[in-house]
């Protein structure tokens, strides 16, 4: 079994930053694309960032430029580094990666970090 924990969302001023990270645990024998999502109340679940085994990376225009996203393949984990953050950021993130594990390859998702930008 497979299971994503995501840690270090709270609240934040206008400006601020957060890190947020995410260990992937279990029957892991690789880990492909992780990534972040975000679902702000009322809207869709929506791609900020993701970032390839070999390292490549997407963003969200929206988010260009004031977040980074890393990963760490050793401790099975990924990072999302969140500077200058503004209001509209305002939302429950998401980590997703896509896993192979004992049984095959599957997406899996954390439970979910609250990242609130409020003055």
């Known amino acids: 079994q497979v299971q994503l924990v995501e840690s270090g969302g709270g609240l934040v001023q206008p400006g601020g930053s957060l890190r947020l990270s995410c260990a992937a645990d279990?029957?892991?024998?690789?880990?492909?694309?992780m990534g972040w999502y975000r679902q702000a109340p009322g809207k869709q679940r929506d791609l900020v960032a993701d970032v390839t085994s070999s390292g490549s990376t997407t963003y969200a225009d929206s988010v260009k430029g004031r977040f980074t996203i890393s990963r760490d393949n050793a401790k099975n984990m990924v990072y999302l580094q969140m500077n200058s953050l503004k209001v509209e950021d305002t939302a429950v993130y998401y980590c997703?990666?896509?896993?192979?594990?004992?049984?095959?390859?599957?997406?899996?998702w954390g439970q979910g970090t609250q990242v609130t930008v409020s003055s």
């Open positions: 279990g029957s892991i024998s690789s880990i492909y694309a």
């Open positions: 997703n990666a896509v896993i192979r594990g004992l049984v095959g390859s599957a997406a899996y």
